[in-house]
C-alpha cells in the first residue's frame, strides 16, 4: 500500500528499497514539514535495527521524511 509519510504513527510498518519491512517504535520529532521516526526490526541481520542492542541501548535506524513524500507501508 502507498502511504504518505504525514500518515506515519507508531506501529505503521515501511518496507525499505531492500523489501525489509521495519516498523516505527517511536516518532522522535515532527515539524510542520518533516517527521523524524525510528525505525526498528528485531527479525533484521544487523544488531543495531533491533529494538534493543545487544548492549542495552535502543536501536534502530532514524529516518526523517518530508511529510508529502510517497512510502511503501502498512498503517
Same mark, same amino acid.
Given at each position: 500500500?502507498?502511504?504518505?509519510?504525514?500518515?506515519? *504513527?507508531? %506501529?505503521?510498518?515501511?518496507? =525499505?528499497?531492500? !523489501? $525489509? $519491512?521495519?516498523?516505527?517504535?517511536?516518532? +522522535?520529532? =515532527?515539524? =510542520?514539514?518533516?517527521?523524524?521516526? &525510528?525505525?526498528?526490526?528485531? $527479525?533484521?541481520?544487523? *544488531?543495531?535495527?533491533?529494538? +534493543?542492542?545487544?548492549? %542495552?541501548?535502543?536501536? %534502530?535506524?532514524?529516518?526523517?521524511? &518530508?511529510?508529502?513524500?510517497?512510502?511503501? !507501508?502498512?498503517?
Amino acid at each position: 500500500m502507498i502511504i504518505v509519510a504525514n500518515q506515519i *504513527k507508531v %506501529g505503521t510498518q515501511l518496507a =525499505e528499497a531492500s !523489501g $525489509m $519491512m521495519y516498523s516505527v517504535v517511536e516518532i +522522535i520529532k =515532527e515539524t =510542520e514539514k518533516s517527521i523524524t521516526v &525510528r525505525l526498528c526490526n528485531d $527479525m533484521a541481520s544487523f *544488531k543495531e535495527h533491533w529494538t +534493543i542492542k545487544p548492549n %542495552g541501548e535502543k536501536g %534502530g535506524a532514524i529516518k526523517t521524511y &518530508r511529510k508529502t513524500t510517497k512510502l511503501y !507501508g502498512l498503517l
